[in-house]
């Protein structure tokens, strides 16, 4: 969607498409972001959906940034700014700390509000982990030398498995 | 060959039209999106992060309680038609496959829990989809369901995870919660009565959305509505699936009051449409797919009015999953091409009603109930 002026009001541009069904009809318009605040479709289903990836397109040209700006680029997974407009998809998490400031205003619109108040994660505890994982290969090593018949091997890694298990 | 031996309840449980309301919602479904720590999300993971993704997921599931036994279907594994089945029975996603005609991207998976209708998508858009699906309106069954699966992987997996934005996802529209509810409601009344968009219209200002039969951007087809929560940040897992769980069932209750209306006003009608729904299915030798849903709604709708004794609606369900191509092709044991299904899957609807619809003809019944004279008639 591509330089479409705001069919309500005739005179900004269009950001984005709303879809309704009246009386089973449907019909497409497209709105500028006043307009359709008016219309009250912030979260109405058409805004996620339908126009993500035409609203994401609109997001640095409305602050002049696309072409004067250098591209924000993800240090880790390399996602540019530009490609996340185009796709809609995030690289990685750390993708969401470096576009943080316009994601905020992406998922506010989206969502209504950009705080998650479900279900708290805990990671699980690190040292916990790396004994499992420790242990996890110990373990595997040991059923390798007694599928070896390595006995002397097997009798060194038992022993080092009990020093380390959990009383 | 084929891998479903392997697959607990072969994956049809949700066919069974236990739960609440089976004539009106076919099935619900409550999903988690989650990711890992430290490997790009799905569609820019490399083949290094969608193998380590799979092989943390194994351990952790091994690790679990209860989900440990079931079945791990590594999707390059699988054999295409076998995968293709797993679509039909809606256990995995076209994501997930990838493109019809390619082979699945490594470390593609799905894990079938055998003790509970629970299961985990792995390496499709996001790193783990959790799911549950269940038959009839079940929302809170199927949350629990896949809440205590999704506490059991997150006490060893690093989730992503941020402060404010809660689970992190692929796609912005999911973060949060990463939860999307979905029921799969049949609403003929509705759409007949002329009443459906304002219904829609409706969900969409409670936050509401709906798409068609096969999820985001497909048609609706034969009446059947798949409605879910448009939001996933900024409400608790529990509020998302009361509100809906709500809304369903406000839904369904003017379903039912539509329906009253049909009967009332245009009994000859409905009836006339039934019963060719049913003539139909019962001796056509050519049925396309659309076709059949279209049919299968109106004899859907007999049997909820009670016009159609005998009928059951595990019956219909079967008649929509064991009907789609891959499905022929696994019974026809070859390729078929499209007039080759449309045959067989007329076939099939006449072996599957000869032998569990049989309805004995009413004729007098339906004399008697013929509403020419309704008191309450316009």
Redesign the interface.
């Known amino acids: 969607m591509s330089n479409h002026i705001c069919e309500k009001c005739g005179s900004n541009e269009a950001v984005m498409r709303l879809t309704q069904i009246v009386n089973n009809e449907m019909s497409t318009y497209h709105l500028c972001e006043t307009c359709a605040a008016e219309k009250g479709v912030e979260t109405a289903p058409e805004a996620a959906n339908f126009p993500l990836t035409d609203f994401l397109a609109q997001m640095g040209d409305e602050r002049g940034e696309s072409d004067t700006t250098p591209d924000l680029e993800c240090s880790f997974c390399g996602l540019s700014f530009k490609a996340f407009r185009e796709t809609g998809r995030l690289g990685c998490p750390h993708c969401y700390e470096t576009f943080e400031s316009h994601l905020r205003r992406l998922l506010r619109r989206i969502h209504g509000g950009v705080k998650h108040v479900g279900k708290v994660y805990l990671p699980p505890d690190p040292t916990a982990s790396e004994m499992g994982k420790r242990l996890e290969g110990l373990r595997r090593r040991l059923h390798r030398a007694v599928d070896s018949e390595d006995f002397e091997r097997a009798a060194e890694l038992r022993d080092q498995i009990r020093s380390l298990e959990p009383v | 060959m084929s891998d479903f031996s392997t697959i607990p309840d072969y994956g049809l449980s949700w066919l069974e039209a236990s739960g609440d309301h089976a004539d009106i919602v076919l099935s619900t479904r409550v999903r988690l999106a989650r990711?890992l720590?430290?490997?790009?999300?799905g569609?820019?993971a490399r083949i290094n992060d969608r193998e380590a993704v799979l092989k943390r997921f194994k351990?952790a599931v091994e690790g679990t309680e209860g989900f440990a036994t079931g079945s791990l279907l590594e999707m390059p594994d699988v054999a295409t038609r076998t995968r293709e089945i797993l679509l039909e029975r809606r256990l995995v996603t076209r994501d997930l496959l990838g493109e019809v005609g390619t082979t699945p991207a490594l470390g593609t998976a799905v894990h079938l829990s055998s003790r509970d209708p629970v299961s985990v998508m792995v390496n499709e858009?996001d790193h783990l989809r959790v799911q549950s699906l269940l038959s009839g309106l079940r929302i809170e069954e199927a949350w629990r369901l896949v809440?205590r699966l999704?506490e059991e992987l997150?006490?060893?997996?690093?989730?992503?995870?941020?402060n404010?934005?809660?689970?992190?996802?692929?796609?912005?529209?999911n973060?949060?919660?990463g939860?999307r509810a979905s029921v799969f409601m049949h609403l003929p009344g509705l759409v007949l009565t002329?009443e459906?968009?304002k219904v829609?219209?409706g969900?969409?200002?409670v936050?509401?959305?709906?798409r068609g039969l096969y999820g985001?951007g497909s048609e609706v087809v034969g009446n059947f509505f798949q409605v879910s929560n448009?939001?996933?940040?900024?409400?608790?897992?529990e509020d998302l699936v009361d509100h809906l769980d709500k809304v369903a069932r406000q839904v369904i209750q003017y379903e039912l009051q539509a329906r009253q209306v049909l009967l009332r006003d245009a009994r000859g009608v409905t009836e006339d449409k039934i019963w060719r729904a049913y003539g139909l299915l019962r001796y056509a030798r050519s049925l396309p797919f659309e076709e059949l849903m279209n049919l299968l709604s109106g004899v859907r709708l007999g049997l909820s009015l009670k016009l159609l004794p005998g009928l059951r609606v595990y019956t219909l369900n079967k008649m929509m999953i064991f009907t789609q191509p891959a499905h022929l092709e696994q019974a026809a044991g070859y390729d078929l091409s499209a007039p080759e299904s449309d045959a067989q899957r007329a076939t099939y609807v006449r072996r599957i009603l000869a032998t569990e619809g049989e309805i004995e003809s009413d004729e007098d019944q339906s004399d008697e109930t013929t509403p020419s004279t309704d008191p309450d008639g316009r």
């Open positions: 990711n720590q430290g490997h790009a999300f569609p820019r351990s858009e809440d999704d997150g006490r060893d997996l690093p989730y992503a995870y941020h404010e934005f809660g689970f992190l996802t692929s796609c912005p529209t973060v949060g919660s939860l002329k459906i968009g829609l219209q969900l969409s200002q936050g509401l959305t709906f985001e448009q939001t996933t940040l900024g409400k608790t897992e």
